[in-house]
């Protein structure tokens, strides 16, 4: 059965950082696409950043400030994000396309989905 489990969210305030893992199960890191994603309330899911074999991508949000790593060890992929600013807060997933490399942020591409992890920034 595969399953993605995020963990790490908080609340924190501005200029913090934060870790968030995202560990999956039934399926390999390895060789897959792992984007990480995040909705604000009110606003449309967005892609922040995703791990392949094909390489890493960052968004222009967080790209000067955020890194994206795996475990394959642990089956785990990690978006350490430090610098943290209010406009961050947001729910954050993790999503897999299983056996492939990434075909950009398109949402519809992700074959499973975690249930997010909430990050917080205050000011």
């Known amino acids: 059965q595969v399953r993605l489990l995020e963990s790490g969210g908080g609340s924190v305030q501005a200029g913090g950082s934060l870790t968030l893992s995202c560990t999956a199960s039934?399926?390999?890191?390895?060789?897959?696409?792992i984007g990480w994603f995040r909705q604000a309330p009110g606003k449309e899911r967005e892609g922040v950043a995703r791990?392949?074999?094909?390489?890493?991508y960052l968004a222009d949000s967080v790209k000067a400030r955020a890194t994206i790593s795996q475990d394959n060890a642990k089956n785990t992929v990690y978006l350490r994000m430090p610098r943290l600013k209010p406009e961050d807060s947001a729910l954050y997933y993790c999503?897999?396309?299983?056996?492939?490399?990434?075909?950009?942020?398109?949402?519809?591409?992700?074959?499973?989905w975690g249930q997010g992890t909430q990050v917080t920034v205050s000011s």
């Open positions: 791990v392949s074999k094909a390489g890493v």
């Open positions: 999503a897999a396309r299983v056996d492939a490399v990434c075909d950009g942020f398109k949402i519809p591409t992700y074959d499973y």
């Open positions: 039934g399926f390999s890191v390895t060789g897959s696409c």
